[in-house]
RNA sequence: GGGCAAUUAGCUCAGUUGGAUAGAGCGUUGGCCUCCGGAGCCAAAGGCCACAGGUUCGAAUCCUGUAUUGCCCA
């Protein structure tokens, strides 16, 4: 960041002075071949032609003004155009102390400031408890907007609650079906409805409290009462695991309030003002075929019954009428099909959909026990839970494994190989790391060892390529949050972190510390890895995982 | 039948939004424990980036087809 950041400063003064605005193409980056310096840019490149210069020309001519920063030490023209710089030693060291001055706020960016952002996720109907399925959605979303705050947005996470539909109250009939049966009641199978055994307890929870008396109640009233009992200890249930799986929601949503607040008849009001909606056949209809859709949707039908889509409308009306400037979405792969509707409703808001609204699709999950796959569905009853997948691998392991995939492709959770502390599961890889170096600091206080103070005479007994390294993957860190905001993609964190735990364990075989055999390089030494132990833990932070002292 | 996505090493996946000779882990093969934590490290082998065209200084990346897989919709 702090490097990329310099480079542009002196490439920006450089430009100007021939009258050249900054090209919008520029970028600085590592190069994949580390032969290639510290940094490359195609500046000259995309400038070029600007400048009436041939590329290469005008290359040597900026490699000469940047040489004369100071912290530039070497710069080579290659290729096509390409400017290679390479920065001085004491330009790496200096991170150290970048690092430790900033310690928990190493990483904290700002990029963000001023944009309101929520992210809606999880979201399940309270039908049955949260599988494992869902826990990718709560470990992305989650994690997400932990990046999202680092990077200076201001961040409220959602979950919405769909209380008022047609599965609640087939809830509330699984329930009253399985209260008959307990009872000894005469009772028929419906033809749909919930299997899993939890609406077995539920139904036996509502015989405890109150015995009887349901069957005394008219069926609606009764299926009622089984409904709202079912649906507020689901939802305690889904609260609880997701407290365990260290996921958060600022705020509980439910359907059902936004219908009491006449949100749905105010947008409805507003889309049929704008021509956007209109009656036909009985039903009324939203044109979404103005924004892109393939045809019109139905947002009332016939009978009188609200569509799914109509209180979502007036569910993101809301949203934005509450001032976020970003609504992100978090939903199962299998909605994609939802995707070009709700851009559609977004633009019939009269906001720009692709600004405005971001949609992650997050893949469905295959859960892999013994190479065998577990099929799962919630209305069979078939499922394997968040909960006890928790329970079984831990909120670290799971959270990693989430976290380690990008969000749309197929992730297969295979649970032999999560409970395994190997390679397979690197989370332990990335802990360790961290670990490894607390021990260090606990072995020094030990032997009585009090480094020095870390200062940049001290920090340039950091010269081998290992700590070279060490320091370049440090000074990446914030590039690496802040290309993980921008994207939507907290793995970008998981992947840079195993890198950088890769680098510490190669260090820690090469370079001996505390037995340099020298005070002042086992402090300097002592001083890089504690800013590695702190990026760890910065980056672990992000991804909701702990990062323990000792393992 | 229409739509959305995916296709990169034996397997599981990255690839910084178009950059230079393609990157990890697992697995395989071969090395490293008188040494601060071996839950570790080093090395080797392994590639037509699904296929065919196109766009430009330059393509795994963008565009158009084709194939295969997954998922949505009627």
Known sequence: MRATTYLQGLLEKALAARDIPWPEKTTIEPPRDKAHGDLATNVAMVASKQAKTPPRQLAEALRGELLAGGDVAGVEVAGP???NVTFAPAFWQRTVLEVLDAGDGYGRLDIGR???????????????????????????????????????????????????????RILGMSILYRYRELLGEPVTEPEDYYRG???????????????????????????????????KRILDGIKKDLRDFRVHHDVWFP???????????????ALREKGLAYDKDGAFWFATTNFGDDKDRVLVKSGGELTYFASDIAYHDDKFRRGFDVAVDIWGADHHGYVPRMKACVA???????????????????????????AMSTRAGKFETLA?????????????????????????????????KSM??????????????RSLFAKAAERGFSPAPAGPELLARLDTAEDMELLK??????????????????????????????????????????????????AARLHLLAAVAAVVKNGLALLGVSAPEKM
């Open 197 to 231: 055994d939890y609406v077995k307890d539920l139904a036996r929870e509502l015989l405890d409290q109150g015995g009887r008396a349901l069957l005394d109640l008219p069926e609606a009233e009764a299926t009622d009462v089984c409904r709202l009992h079912g649906e």
């Open 255 to 269: 359907e059902s309030t936004l219908l009491a607040a006449g949100a749905v008849d105010r947008t409805f009001a």
């Open 81 to 83: 155009g390409f400017l």
């Open 424 to 437: 397979d599961n690197p989370v332990y890889y990335v802990q360790y790391a961290h670990a490894r170096v």
């Open 388 to 420: 006890d997948v928790v329970a079984e691998v831990g909120a670290d392991a799971a959270r990693f494994m989430f976290l380690s995939r990008k969000s749309d492709s197929h992730l297969d959770f295979d649970l032999d190989a999560v409970k395994q």
């Open 348 to 374: 019939a808001l009269g906001r720009d959909p692709e600004a405005s609204l971001k949609v992650i699709l997050v893949q469905l999950v295959n859960l892999l026990k013994g190479g065998e796959q577990i």
């Open 473 to 522: 993957l440090l000074e990446q860190y914030p590039d690496t949050v802040s290309a993980a905001a921008r994207t939507f993609s907290p793995h970008l964190v998981s992947f840079y972190l195993r890198d950088l735990a890769g680098r510490l364990h190669r260090y820690y075989t090469v370079n001996p510390v505390l037995a340099a055999g020298d005070d002042a390089l086992a």
């Open 114 to 168: 001023g944009t309101r952002i929520q992210v809606e996720f999880v979201s399940a109907n309270p039908t049955g408890p949260l599988h494992i399925g869902h826990g990718r959605g709560a470990a992305v979303g989650d994690s997400l907007a932990r990046v999202l705050r680092a990077a200076g947005f201001e961040v409220e996470t959602e979950y919405y609650i769909n209380d008022a539909g047609r599965q609640m």
